[in-house]
């Protein structure tokens, strides 16, 4: 049976569909509009207690898990791929994929609304999150030029929670040129066909439901939800 994926098409999302992809496991996506405020639905809330996307309902076990590093570890535990059962390499897959969870993606999110959505512009906060983001890229870069993936010498589920959030550094206004062995890493992770198809996997939903003036002001405005 066909596992439930609510999502949309983001990095947090693409980190799941990218494992999907490449495990080659048979899933169904359920939209899950985060401009229109859908995440904020009472149905939603039962299943991701923190209102955000992605999560995975699988019918085989009936377990549905949500934030995106749970999620990996248990498609992984379930497949037996991308993340060693045991020992130091799976240690360094979860140092990594933590890593990711709690820096990469929130500085790169942070510098996203800032650099992009937000209706005030703020150089001190735009300064802030790309010195930071920058000073996570220089730390990847360190890690990269020792070893061929994350986790060492296979590609992991750290590798899949990263990729995404570099995905978008030029949108986030940042570079790769000053890290060759990131670049390195990033073309690699790129010219995959399962991070291809993660990447492309339900990206007509975006342009079916771009932003509206309601979801701008529920998700960026200063009297939305979220302010
Ligand atoms: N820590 C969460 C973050 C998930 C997250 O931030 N998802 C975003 C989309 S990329 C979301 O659902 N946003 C809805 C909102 O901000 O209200 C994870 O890794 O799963």
Same mark, same amino acid.
Do not use: C
């Given at each position: 049976?066909?596992?439930?994926?609510?999502? +949309?098409?983001?990095?947090?999302?693409?980190?799941?569909?990218?494992?999907?992809?490449?495990?080659?496991?048979?899933?169904?996506?359920?939209?899950?509009?985060?401009?229109?405020?859908?995440?904020?639905?009472? *149905?939603?809330?039962?299943?991701?207690?923190?209102?955000?996307?992605?999560?995975?309902?699988?019918?085989?076990?009936?377990?549905?898990?949500?934030?995106?590093?749970?999620?990996?570890?248990?498609?992984?535990?379930?497949?037996?791929?991308?993340?060693?059962?045991?020992?130091?390499?799976?240690?360094?897959?979860?140092?990594?994929?933590? +890593?990711?969870?709690?820096?990469?993606?929130?500085?790169?999110?942070?510098l996203?609304?800032f650099r992009?959505?937000?209706?005030?512009k703020l150089d001190y906060a735009i300064e802030r999150y790309a010195?930071?983001?920058?000073?996570?890229?220089?730390?990847?870069?360190?890690?990269?030029?020792?070893?061929?993936?994350?986790?060492?010498?296979?590609?992991?589920?750290?590798?899949?929670?990263?990729?995404?959030?570099?995905?978008?550094?030029? #949108?986030?206004?940042?570079?790769?040129?000053?890290?060759?062995?990131?670049?390195?890493?990033?073309?690699?992770?790129?010219?995959?066909?399962?991070?291809? #198809?993660?990447?492309?996997?339900?990206?007509?939903?975006?342009?079916?439901?771009?932003?509206?003036?309601? *979801?701008? #002001?529920?998700?960026?405005?200063?009297?939305?939800?979220?302010?």
């Amino acid at each position: 049976m066909a596992l439930e994926l609510y999502y +949309w098409p983001t990095p947090n999302g693409w980190k799941i569909t990218i494992f999907l992809e490449e495990a080659g496991l048979d899933y169904r996506i359920v939209p899950v509009n985060i401009g229109r405020g859908e995440q904020f639905e009472e *149905a939603f809330l039962r299943l991701s207690p923190n209102n955000r996307m992605p999560v995975i309902v699988d019918p085989e076990t009936g377990a549905s898990v949500f934030e995106s590093g749970a999620i990996l570890v248990y498609l992984a535990e379930k497949t037996g791929r991308f993340l060693a059962p045991s020992g130091p390499a799976r240690i360094a897959a979860l140092e990594w994929l933590f +890593w990711q969870v709690g820096g990469l993606g929130p500085m790169g999110g942070q510098l996203g609304h800032f650099r992009n959505y937000a209706q005030v512009k703020l150089d001190y906060a735009i300064e802030r999150y790309a010195n930071e983001y920058d000073r996570l890229l220089s730390v990847l870069e360190r890690r990269l030029s020792t070893v061929p993936f994350l986790a060492g010498t296979d590609y992991s589920i750290a590798d899949m929670a990263t990729w995404p959030w570099l995905q978008p550094h030029e #949108r986030l206004g940042q570079s790769l040129d000053p890290y060759p062995a990131v670049r390195r890493w990033f073309d690699t992770l790129a010219a995959r066909p399962g991070v291809q #198809r993660g990447l492309e996997a339900g990206s007509e939903l975006r342009e079916a439901g771009g932003l509206d003036d309601e *979801a701008r #002001r529920v998700l960026f405005g200063q009297k939305g939800r979220r302010s």
